[in-house]
């Protein structure tokens, strides 16, 4: 697959679960981080996807925003990595880049 021709994009419509937390990491950045529970489409059951959002205006949307609002988020799927004392840690999020309330 030519490198042109790939694609990272995420589209999730759900509700807000829980409170949006807004942080400021060690280099500086800020960043607000929620999650959003989606119904699976293929059975019975729900999945919960964690949101970063970055940018100043996204994340000033995303502080006013209610638990159990309904939302429709679109963005990118990264993977982020720390460390955690002697160990490496990582998890999937998606970085938010448009918030739409519904």
Known sequence: MATDQSENSVLLVGRVSGEIQERTLPSGDQVAEFRIVVARDDR????????????????????????????EVKGV???????????????????????KRI
């Open 44 to 71: 019975d059951g729900y999945d919960t996807f964690d949101i970063a959002v970055w940018k100043a205006g996204l994340r000033k949307r995303a502080l006013s925003l209610d638990n159990d609002e309904w939302l």
């Open 77 to 99: 799927l990264r993977r982020r990595f720390w460390r955690s004392g002697e160990a490496v840690a990582s998890r999937w999020q998606v970085e938010g880049r448009e918030l």
